[in-house]
């Protein structure tokens, strides 16, 4: 079974904070990938991490992937509300699991104005 | 395009009746995926399929039962509905592995 435990599952900030959250597994993953997700709404791709220390950016959102690709994070720099939402890490672990895509529990994030 | 697309929206059970949620993707992908998710959680995977005829279980697939005929078509079938099956339901379909999943805009079903 390959778990993805995500860390915090709440958060909630004021405008302008910086934030980061977790996602860590015991279980190597071909690439993990983080979704945003709004109510009443399906979950959309914001980053694909391959390759292990990879770092990647995206305007104020910052996602690297763990050396022994195993975990990732996603840190997010001067917070505003339009960030509010349901952030997902999704992990798929290649091989003989290969189109098995399984998700986090999420992170809850509100920013406060 | 019309990507993933889910039927019905909305459905309330009643305990012990059946049901299929129909999914269809118009994007030639290989890969479909059936997920529930409970309020504020994050998506379990209930089946998932590499391929026409090729289907797996997910962490939860009890209750649970998929078919892979077409490329376009991974209906979801739920047989004696219970009320621990309340939930959203979302399809999903990608390329290939480490490509981006595309959602559906899920189906909300009441088990009562």
């Known amino acids: 079974t390959q778990l993805l435990e995500q860390s915090p599952q709440f958060l909630s900030i004021q405008e302008g904070e910086n934030l980061t959250v977790y996602c860590n597994s015991s279980?190597?993953?071909?690439?993990l990938q983080w979704y945003r997700q709004e109510p009443g709404e399906g979950p959309v791709l914001l980053v694909t991490?391959?390759?292990?220390?990879e770092v990647k950016k995206l305007k104020r959102l910052t996602f690297q992937f763990g050396d022994a690709r195993k975990d990732s994070s996603l840190h997010i720099t001067a917070a505003q509300p339009g960030d509010t939402g349901l952030y997902l890490c999704a992990g798929s672990a290649g091989g003989t699991s290969y189109g098995k895509l399984t998700f986090g529990q999420g992170t809850i994030l509100t920013v406060h104005p | 395009n019309a990507g993933v697309t889910q039927t019905p929206k909305f459905r309330i059970l009643k305990i012990g009746q059946s049901m299929t949620l129909q999914c269809t993707q118009d994007m030639n992908h290989n890969y479909m995926y059936w997920y529930r998710q409970d309020p504020g959680m994050g998506l379990k995977l209930i089946y998932y399929?590499?391929?026409?005829?090729?289907?797996d279980k997910g962490e939860v697939p009890n209750g649970y039962n998929v078919s892979r005929s077409t490329t376009e078509d991974f209906p979801l079938r739920l047989e004696l509905a219970a009320p621990s099956q309340t939930s959203v339901y979302f399809c999903?379909?990608?390329?290939?592995?480490?490509?981006?999943?595309?959602f559906g805009q899920g189906t909300r079903l009441t088990v009562v």
């Open positions: 991490v391959v390759t292990g220390g």
């Open positions: 399929s590499v391929g026409a005829g090729i289907t």
């Open positions: 999903a379909s990608s390329y290939w592995d480490n490509t981006e999943a595309f």
């Open positions: 279980s190597v993953f071909s690439s």
